[in-house]
């Protein structure tokens, strides 16, 4: 997820950051881990106003969407290292 163009649950390969927060894209969810203080300042609304725009991106996503009672996710697909 870039911060423009952001489209939430578009792919399993975005990944952005807000701070001490990572966000990351998934066709299934999207996760939302790691902490971040938004100060009372100006670096802090900043913050603030970018969290809120992925958040109201994704409930925008998810109310407009069919959405099945639960999602059952998979299990992540464990690869070969390619450096091994």
């Known amino acids: 997820m870039s ?3 952001i ?4 792919n399993e390969s975005d990944c952005l950051q807000i701070g001490g927060i990572t966000i ?3 066709v299934d969810r999207v996760s939302i881990f ?7 300042d100006k670096d802090g609304l900043a913050a603030a106003r970018e969290l809120k725009t992925i958040l109201d991106l994704t409930l925008t996503e998810l109310e407009r ?3 099945p009672d639960k999602v059952t996710l998979k ?3 464990t ?3 390619p450096f091994e």
């Open 79 to 81: 690869v070969k290292n």
């Open 24 to 26: 990351e894209n998934r």
């Open 75 to 77: 299990p992540a697909k």
């Open 3 to 5: 911060r423009k163009g």
């Open 34 to 40: 790691g902490s971040i203080d938004i100060t009372r």
């Open 65 to 67: 969407a069919e959405l």
């Open 7 to 10: 489209k939430p649950f578009a």
